[in-house]
């Protein structure tokens, strides 16, 4: 039941509202302080203002709800099976392919014109070469006996020419490390069969070069030789020349 | 706007406090914390509208709390959030008929920052009948005590706004309306605690 008389409410109202002179305000307060029913006015009047603020609060956040929950709720995407498989499948392929680049780039990382030249050279064994009752020459015995220094002197004072000679001081080069040497050599070999019309360990020679060149970095014309051992399938050497061979030498010219 | 999605605890109370651009940190209110909220509801027996309702109820609260000065910043608005939804959540399951007996118990042993924040939901159903009752009055009234104490315009501002012929006949309207409302809420003697709640929090 309203007990209050509309001059107090409107006291009251201006009061809330901020808008009550000082000297009113102080007496409308006495008031309160002595009549329970006006301070019991006063308290709905402020509590209904209250309700309108929850109000309009309310509204603004309903609507900012609305708003919100379009920019919130995106659709879940439902993905069809096919798309599944193809999902799986590309992941599968990227991490194969994750793992080939590790590895490519690991083996690019480790590798090295001397490990290349290890992985393909085996020591020629002389004996697979010399027919039944050919005497032994001296460069052929000091090959034998490791004697490389040996070999090299032989055939660098002429004592004894020919081909076999001249491969043998070839390897012996490689032995001791001397590319440039051995170099010279092979090529001796098979320019002494191109005079002679002849093809005296002209395999060997080509294969041995090759491998030459590698050590001694000189990518392209090892490339170039490689290529023409891989071509020819009577090549002695052929089946050595593998494609993962001329790949390393590949990527040996970008290191 | 992504802006104000980070805006550190004591920024966004401080703008809710004062009012301040209520709209953007009301929305950082929703990207922060929505679907941590939500995901709470839908796993306790609520509904993905349940928890939309909630979360609206606790936002309103929350500012509610932060602009009467009831919120300190004793625990991080997410912690002060949650509690406030897990008791309103609660508070409804109750109110439904079907609280769950296990959550009462994990109710039972949070910590006081939570139990203060149950207290602060206590009378929601009061509060909401009251709010209700506001829209309930004719929209010319609710109009103008909207504008007046929730959008702070001045009586000129309403007059200009409103089209009415003076600032006295917008004062008149306006004692009339408020008047009106009060006498809506006070004639259910139920709600004469909640206008008091209200009023003290």
């Known amino acids: 039941m309203d007990n209050s008389t509309p001059d107090i409410t409107s006291l009251l109202i201006d009061h809330i509202d901020g808008v009550l002179p000082a000297t009113e305000k102080q007496q409308l307060e006495k008031q309160m302080a002595a009549d329970n029913i006006i301070k019991d006015e006063w308290e709905n009047l402020l509590g209904t203002t209250e309700a309108i603020k929850l109000y309009g609060l309310q509204q603004k956040i309903g609507t900012i709800h609305r708003e919100m929950m379009t920019e919130l709720q995106t659709p879940v995407r439902t993905i069809s099976p096919v798309r599944r498989i193809v999902r799986y499948s590309v992941a599968v392929a990227a991490s194969v392919l994750l793992v080939v680049l590790g590895i490519t780039g690991y083996n690019f990382y480790k590798l090295s014109p001397d490990k290349v030249f290890t992985e393909n050279y085996s020591f020629y064994e002389l004996s697979n070469t010399r027919g039944a009752g050919s005497s032994i020459t001296v460069a052929e015995k000091a090959y034998r006996e490791k004697n490389y220094k040996e070999v090299i002197n032989i055939h660098d004072n002429g004592s004894e020419a020919g081909q076999l000679t001249q491969f043998l001081a070839g390897l012996s080069s490689l032995e001791l490390d001397n590319n440039s040497k051995a170099i010279t050599c092979f090529k001796e070999v098979i320019e002494t069969n191109r005079q002679t019309n002849d093809k005296l360990l002209e395999d060997e020679a080509e294969y041995y070069l090759s491998l030459s060149y590698i050590r001694n970095r000189d990518y392209d014309y090892a490339l170039e030789l490689m290529k023409k051992i891989q071509d020819d399938p009577g090549h002695l050497y052929n089946e050595k020349i593998t494609g993962q061979l001329m790949r390393q030498v590949k990527l040996l010219k970008w290191r | ?201």
């Open chain 2, 1 to 201: 706007m992504e802006l104000i999605r980070n805006l550190p605890d004591t920024e966004l109370v401080a703008n809710l406090r004062a009012g301040k651009s209520m709209d953007e940190s009301i929305k950082a209110l929703y990207r922060n914390h929505f679907e941590s909220l939500c995901w709470y509801i839908m796993n306790n027996s609520g509904s993905r509208q349940d928890a939309e309702d909630v979360f609206q109820e606790v936002v309103l609260s929350f500012i509610d709390l932060v602009q009467k000065d009831k919120f300190r910043g004793e625990s991080t608005v997410k912690t002060f959030l949650f509690s406030l939804n897990r008791h309103t959540w609660l508070n409804e399951l109750k109110r439904r008929g079907r609280a769950l007996v296990r959550e009462e118990k994990y109710e039972r042993g949070q910590e006081r920052t939570e139990l203060d924040a149950g207290h602060y939901i206590a009378d929601r159903e009061g509060k909401a009948e009251v709010t209700r009752l506001v829209g309930e009055l004719g929209d010319t009234c609710r109009k103008i005590l909207l504008l007046f104490y929730y959008e702070n315009l001045s009586m000129r501002e309403i007059l200009e706004t409103l089209h009415y012929e003076n600032e006295q006949v917008v004062r008149n309207k306006k004692y009339k309306c408020l008047k009106q409302l009060e006498q809506m809420i006070t004639e259910k003697p139920y709600l004469k605690q909640s206008l008091k709640n209200l009023l003290h929090g």
